[in-house]
């Protein structure tokens, strides 16, 4: 970071600073993990300098025979580890990939449907006020109020009423596993396109610790840069017969010049998931998850559907008299990082909603283990029942930092 600090000493200090915040504190927020350094220098590098819109064979421009070459072995990669017939590596995250989804598959105004948001859907899954939801009808399904489970007999008989062209399974704040199959045939009864976003466990099905949909499924999102430890970016995967529509829909439907900088981290993250090792971090990623749950449970914590079966877990604070905003705020004082989340059927708004989201992909990448998930239950405990106590919280940020320094995240040197 030399040169960063000889030119720009702003955001060299800041770069530092956050250096430093990810060290010293427990990242719970589900979504983050901590990539390699490979995939860190794959980012950084002088791919950036190059534009290469097109596909590898097929480009505008000239001087892309080492770009063809990563491009090519981040799709043979993304190919084999999920067994997909059809990869597009193009799409810079979740968002325009899922827009570049519906775009090339849907007409404007087509019905389709989606998790609620506020049961865990995403706003790309049909918000009212986001692209998704002004462009297309989309129709929500929900959890049931008691399981706090995706309810499939709605989601059934929701496709047989409103006949969708597509049906979204997926999420970004729900707690347990998809049942896929029965998806697929919900959507095959309507004749619906299945279309799943995997963003959250695609790390965790790539190490096969969760069951794939994309066997089964039409098209397959995800995001590169949650549980598969990638960069930030997004790859779209399709049955060979959606494979000219959805090259089409993302270049030039919707993007230009793919970053290929990327691209070549995704290649790298992508080798790296295919290894033996990955599958323990999978593995470990939702023995951490179960193990931290039950110890919030122990110490009278509600969480949403009771528990998780994935690397998530939803807590309704209600019982405790803390709302989710000052949770967040707290905790982020005492170096616990996490965020508030509406829960289903939440009564508060969702600026300030009633639960917190977190998750252990970041802090099992660290090499943090069930002793650990003790702890942190522990501190978020102790943060929570001491919400205005600024000695306690003083304290716990000691303790908290204490033992972060002991796991390491990949680039950082303490
Ligand atoms: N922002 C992501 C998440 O936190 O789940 C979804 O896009």
Redesign the pocket.
């Known amino acids: 970071m030399s040169k960063i600090q000889d030119q720009d000493l702003e955001i060299f200090e800041a770069i530092e600073r956050e250096k430093q915040r990810q060290a010293e504190g427990v990242e719970l927020?589900?979504?983050e993990n901590y990539t390699s350094e490979a995939v860190m220098e794959a980012c950084g590098s002088i791919l950036t300098n190059k534009y290469s819109e097109g596909y590898p064979g097929k480009r505008y421009y000239g001087g892309q025979e080492n770009i063809d070459t990563i491009e090519n072995l981040a799709i043979a990669r993304g190919k084999e580890l999920f067994g997909a017939e059809h990869v597009n590596v193009q799409p810079y995250s979740?968002?325009p990939a899922n827009t570049a989804i519906y775009f090339a598959l849907l007409e404007f105004g087509d019905t389709v449907m989606g998790l609620k948001l506020d049961h865990g859907g995403?706003i790309t899954h049909g918000l009212p006020i986001a692209f998704s939801g002004r462009a297309y009808n989309f129709v929500a399904y929900g959890v049931d109020k008691e399981t706090g489970k995706i309810d499939m007999e709605e989601v059934r008989r929701l496709a047989h009423e409103h006949k969708p062209k597509m049906i979204v399974a997926g999420f970004?704040?729900y707690p347990r596993d998809i049942d896929w199959k029965a998806f697929k045939e919900i959507c095959d009864e309507v004749g619906a396109i299945s279309m799943a976003d995997i963003?959250?466990t695609a790390g965790l099905i790539a190490g096969k610790a969760l069951e794939s949909p994309v066997p089964y499924f039409d098209v397959v999102m995800t995001t590169t840069h949650k549980t598969l430890r990638g960069p930030r970016g997004a790859m779209i995967m399709c049955k060979e017969k959606y494979a000219k529509a959805i090259d089409r829909a993302v270049f030039p439907g919707l993007q230009g010049g793919p970053h290929e900088n990327a691209i070549a981290g995704k290649a790298i993250a992508f080798k790296e998931a295919l290894q033996p090792a990955y599958q323990e971090y999978a593995q470990q990623v939702i023995k951490n998850a179960k193990h931290l749950a039950e110890e919030l449970k122990k110490r009278d914590f509600k969480l949403v559907s009771d528990g998780t079966d994935t690397h998530l877990i939803l807590v309704d604070l209600t019982n405790k008299g803390v709302p989710g905003k000052q949770a967040q705020a707290r905790l982020d004082e005492v170096g616990i990082t996490l965020n508030k989340n509406t829960i289903p059927f939440d009564p508060r708004s969702p600026m300030d909603p009633s639960g917190i989201r977190l998750g252990t992909p970041a802090i099992t990448t660290r090499g943090m283990k069930e002793p650990e998930m003790e702890k942190i239950a522990d501190w978020i405990d102790r943060t929570i029942n001491n919400i205005d106590n600024e000695e306690m919280l003083a304290q716990i940020k000691e303790e908290v930092k204490e033992m972060c320094l002991k796991f390491p995240v990949p680039g950082i040197e303490i």
């Open positions: 927020i589900p979504s979740g968002s995403h970004t704040a963003s959250h």
